[in-house]
């Protein structure tokens, strides 16, 4: 299952840390209300279970609500399911480099959205073509099999950052591998991976993984550069995802830089039985490279069958709504009474209205009750 809108998790999770501390908030102040009425027993009277536990019932009802709204707004989906009908085109994956590498400014505003911003323009031009997505640094995995939904994918290629890949540098093997993988279980006739990078390649040999993934597996791979030959300073990516701070250092406390290295990609596609075009300002060389090469495979490939992700949002949407529904019918029916209130222990001071209220009446009863006596003593002896 994947989160289209991921970050309504991490929203959930606040409400209900918020919940949990509202209510024992709550109940820490209720306890100083009633330890100044109430002697130590009744405190314990007033504090137990089936007095609490509709305030506790209340609290997880309203809160695991909410927080199943969150979670029906971050779209959980998962697939891809088979839908009726077919379709043309091509089946590809786009992988993306996500190293710290593409954090340079030599492409506007940086490497790494430059790319992305030419990836989503070029997927919403084409309609009966399924791209997914492989991000890879130095490691590589699958963000998102081939699929005809285009605001999932570019949701995804959005979300891209460095972190998404937990290790960092440059390993297009693991891009290669994990692409043949995924074609070879879903049968694909005319596979065809298209690699963006700047081509600063730190581990593996991906010119080998390239050639035999063409040879005995019938892999077509593109590689698209970006950046510049003169390349610039690797920086670093602050949380609102621009680049801010000062640039990235080594161990040994130097800048690091990064230039566009195009003979290794340029290497990798010649082997894959693809071609190497440079991703530039002016133009979209994807939707170029789709028109003079892409489209011919598409065409001698075999037809595909439509899919698409199934929507689960409905289920938690429906179990928020239901938990607020029930919330107000665990509601006590009647007030829960304590004690008599003439049993309440309050002490008065002294001198006020109420106390000498108090002691009038307690006089007032004394002077009855002495009076009854000696009625009732005249009465024996007469």
Known sequence: MIFLYSYWLWIAALIVMAGLGIYFIGRHFRKKRITAFLSVREKEA????????????????????LACFCVA?????????????????????????????????????YRLQFAKDKINHWREQLAGDRIGLILFAGDAFIQIPPTHDSVVFEKMVQNALPRSVGQGGTNFKGAIERAVESFERREVNAPILIIISDGEQLQEDGIAAARKAHLEHGLYIFTVGVGTAAGGEVRTLGSNGEISGPPRRDRMRNVIYSRLDEPILKAIAQEGGGRYVHLQESGNML???????????ALSSQEIVADDYNEWFFVPLALGLLLLLVEPFLRPRKPIVLQPLSALPVDLPEGSALSESEGALRASSDTGRLQSRLRSTNNRRS
């Open 287 to 297: 939707e170029t490279l789709y028109h003079e090469d892409l489209r011919e495979l």
């Open 73 to 109: 707004l971050a779209r959980p989906l998962t697939g891809p399911k088979k839908s009726e009908g077919t379709s043309h085109g091509i089946e590809a994956y786009i992988a993306l480099d996500v190293s710290n590498s593409m954090l340079v400014q030599d492409a506007s505003p």
């Open 46 to 65: 007033a504090m137990r279970w089936p007095v609490e536990r509709f305030r506790i019932y209340s609290a997880i009802l309203i809160t695991m609500g």
